[in-house]
């Protein structure tokens, strides 16, 4: 039985040992710098997509001086790692033109590593027919390079598997998140987010029956918070892998019971439609660029602010916050604009920059505890 205080243990280190297990067994691993790649062309059989990270980093000394202290601390530290070859045990890496941060993350990482097999992803910045067809044909490119370069399948029933499996990921995590809702919440946002990490980092044939096995125990159980809280929060922002953070919100008296940040359940909700008769590419194209958005789609904030709207409201809580790597420009903005438009629907929002590795720990804990009492609560 994998309990949840087994899931944190898991995600501590970059390569868990269900992944090296894995691994062992002959399971080759693609690792993924954004929500946009579509990791179910990762997920084929005898392959498993990973969500990169950099949690063990302690420094960018090396990287800085590659990458300059401008760029985020996420992909500073990733290039950290990835000179120190931290990321061994994986196979290939693909990228998306998310950010300039990525696309000289991508530069760097395709010049000094020699990586083996590095791919990017052209992603539209906008959601229309021409750019559906034009992602479609991407993510086609990145199917048949991967089955060229690596021999992953090449056919599409394989694909329509890799869907499935991945879809069923999705659908228990939905079910799994449900439960921070409930009368009695059965998790906080620090586990929902250890779940999650565990979900993108560990190959999709594991992580279900884990996740069906959790989600069974969960619904069941008359498990208790370790804490009580005073308020119910939705956090919103960029990349955000580390726990830590979230429990540092939620041990001021601020609980997590809804997010839409990297990493977390915006990345990893929304199935592909299972129509075997339709494209497959035409399909995981859809998918991604009709979920809810992130600022690299400039275009989309009216949609995305609606649909943030329609979480706060229908999950009840009493306020958002709103967090942004430092340096971040997309969520910069991004993130003035959700604070202001929240505020102006009657919604109590907050933002907070941060760092990539958490710091500042006085400085947050004391601007939640402000914003839970500017709340009455």
């Avoid at 942004?324 to 997309?330: D, I, K, N």
């Amino acid at each position: 039985m994998v309990d949840i205080a087994a899931i944190e243990e898991a995600v501590g280190p970059l390569c868990s040992p269900f992944l090296q297990r894995e691994r062992e067994r002959g399971t080759r691993v693609i690792g993924f710098f954004c929500s946009y790649v579509p990791e179910e062309v990762l997920n084929m059989t005898g392959w498993a997509s990973y969500r990169m990270r950099a949690t063990v980093s302690t420094g960018t000394e090396a990287a800085d001086s590659y990458m300059g202290c401008f760029n985020c601390g996420y992909t500073r530290h990733c290039f950290e790692l990835g000179l120190k070859e931290e990321y061994r045990f994986i196979d290939g890496f693909v990228f998306a033109s998310g950010c300039d941060h990525l696309r000289r993350l991508y530069d760097n990482w395709s010049f000094y590593l020699d990586p083996g097999f590095v791919h990017i992803l052209d992603v539209p910045h906008l959601r229309e027919d021409i750019s559906l067809e034009w992602y479609a044909d991407e993510i086609r490119n990145l199917h048949t390079t991967l089955a060229r370069r690596l021999g992953v399948p090449a056919d599409a029933e394989s694909l329509w598997e890799a869907i499935k499996k991945t879809n069923r990921t999705r659908a228990l995590l939905r079910s799994i998140d449900e439960l921070r809702r409930t009368g009695q919440p059965r998790l906080t946002g620090r586990e929902m987010l250890a779940i999650s990490l565990f979900a993108s980092s560990t190959p999709k044939h594991i992580v279900n029956p884990i996740l069906e096995e959790l989600l069974g125990t969960l619904a069941s159980s008359e498990r208790t918070l370790p804490r009580s809280y005073r308020a119910a929060v939705l956090l919103v922002g960029s990349h955000l892998d580390d726990p830590e953070f979230v429990d540092l919100i939620e041990e001021t008296g601020a609980l997590v019971v809804a997010d839409s940040f990297c990493c977390g359940l915006r990345d990893l909700a929304d199935p592909v439609p299972e129509d075997l008769d339709q494209d497959p590419y035409a399909a995981l194209a859809a998918r991604y660029l009709d979920r809810l958005s992130c600022p690299r789609m400039y275009a989309d904030f009216p949609r995305r602010l609606g649909k943030l709207l329609e979480m706060a409201r229908t999950t009840g809580v009493d306020g958002v916050i709103v967090e942004h790597l430092a340096f971040c420009e997309t969520w910069g903005v991004d993130s003035n604009m959700l604070v202001r438009s929240f505020r102006a629907n009657g919604i109590p929002a907050l933002k907070l920059e941060r760092d990539y590795r958490l710091s500042s720990i006085g400085q947050i804990r004391t601007r939640v505890q402000a914003f839970i009492e500017s709340m009455g609560k």
